[in-house]
């Protein structure tokens, strides 16, 4: 008989196209300093914001299959490209194990957040273009106003550590033009690289309420484990550890920025 400590006792795979899922990771061990963390970044095939969803949905096929076989109790996609176009096939592989994703919970806390049922998306051209956002809002609210921005530039920007930059000051601004000029009233970072920018994001855009779905989906995540019995309750410290296809350089850093906190298990896991 399976005994219920040990599936408590199993990490939740959180998975990514690259770094950019660490800021999910960094949320999750904020809400649920309890739980074991595996994270999978596809740091050799990254970006997936420009992929066909062909491409996307095998690798992301291949992540799923590896943390499978690592024994995790749930799956977090925390790439917002992954979550638009595979977020389906990968439940049908998750063998009924809860899965959450940023989109779900980012589409659901802006409709929480906004007042005025116009709601402002900024993400990546794949996931644009896959209106995952217009139709996970649009589930809960057909009345609403879904404007979406593709941002391709801030990816690499927020990857050269240009928070504050005037670079990406001015691309913000470019960006967000179209945002302005309309009457939106919420704006959802609809990619893992966004929340490093809330500071700027909130002097350009300061009528805006920001949705963080890093935190989000922590809170989503928190909510399945309770409902499934899931949760790790006691026991000793938290262990975290990270995969990646690829360790570049300045990844280390990068990641650490991302994070918060310094990465200390680090391992190369090739895939495919
Ligand atoms: N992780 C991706 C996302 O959230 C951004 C980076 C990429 O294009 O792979 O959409």
Partial sequence: MTNPETLQNRPIGVFDSGVGGLTVVRALMERLPLEHLIYYGDTARVPYGVKSRATIETYSAQIVEYLLAQRVKALVIA?????AVAGDSIRAQARGLPVLDVITAGAQAALQTSQNHHIAVI?????VNSNAYARAIHAHD??????SQACPLLVPLVEEGWLEHDVTRLTVREYLKPILADDADTLVLGCTHYPLLKPLLRE???RL???DSATTTAAHTAQAL?????LRQSGDSAHYRYCVSDIPLRFRA??????GRS????ETVRLG
Avoid: H, K, S
């Avoid at 993400?123 to 996931?127: I, L, M, P, R, V």
């Avoid at 990068?254 to 994070?259: A, K, Q, V, W």
């Fill in 79 to 83: 790439c917002n490209t992954i979550a």
């Fill in 123 to 127: 993400a990546t051209n794949t996931t």
């Fill in 142 to 147: 057909p009345q609403a106003r879904v404007q």
């Fill in 204 to 206: 350009e855009a300061p």
């Fill in 209 to 211: 309420a920001l949705v």
């Fill in 226 to 230: 309770t409902a499934a019995g899931l």
């Fill in 254 to 259: 990068i990641g650490e920025r991302f994070l």
């Fill in 263 to 266: 990465i200390d298990d680090l």
